[in-house]
């Protein structure tokens, strides 16, 4: 069984900084796509960030220059999201998901929440 634990979310100011982290575990290995995702009030899920097997990543526009995704280079089932410069309207659930074999897993998400 698939699992994935997100980790790091929580309040913060704006121009602040906020590490993500998610960890999959269930005996998996070679893990082709992770990313992350997220959602705010009233709107719909939307990619933020993804990083491939060869390490190929993916930002939304919204986030460029601002978020870096990365993969933990030994266990390479851990991805990162590390937010910097954060703004009010970077509040949302923030959620981590990963390609498996065809398959698509989410985290449980966590909450991001950025104050003026």
């Known amino acids: 069984q698939v699992r994935l634990v997100e980790s790091g979310g929580g309040l913060v100011q704006a121009g602040g900084s906020l590490r993500l982290s998610c960890t999959a575990s269930?005996?998996?290995?070679?893990?082709?796509?992770m990313g992350w995702y997220r959602q705010a009030p009233g709107k719909q899920r939307e990619p933020i960030a993804t990083?491939?097997?060869?390490?190929?990543?993916?930002y939304a526009d919204s986030v460029k220059a601002r978020f870096t995704i990365s993969r933990d280079n030994n266990a390479k089932n851990t991805v990162y999201l590390q937010m910097n410069s954060l703004k009010p309207e970077d509040t949302a659930v923030y959620f981590c998901?990963?390609?498996?074999?065809?398959?698509?897993?989410w985290g449980q998400g966590t909450q991001i929440t950025v104050s003026s």
């Open positions: 269930g005996n998996i290995f070679n893990i082709d796509f």
């Open positions: 990083i491939t097997s060869d390490g190929s990543t993916n």
């Open positions: 998901t990963i390609d498996y074999r065809g398959s698509l897993y």
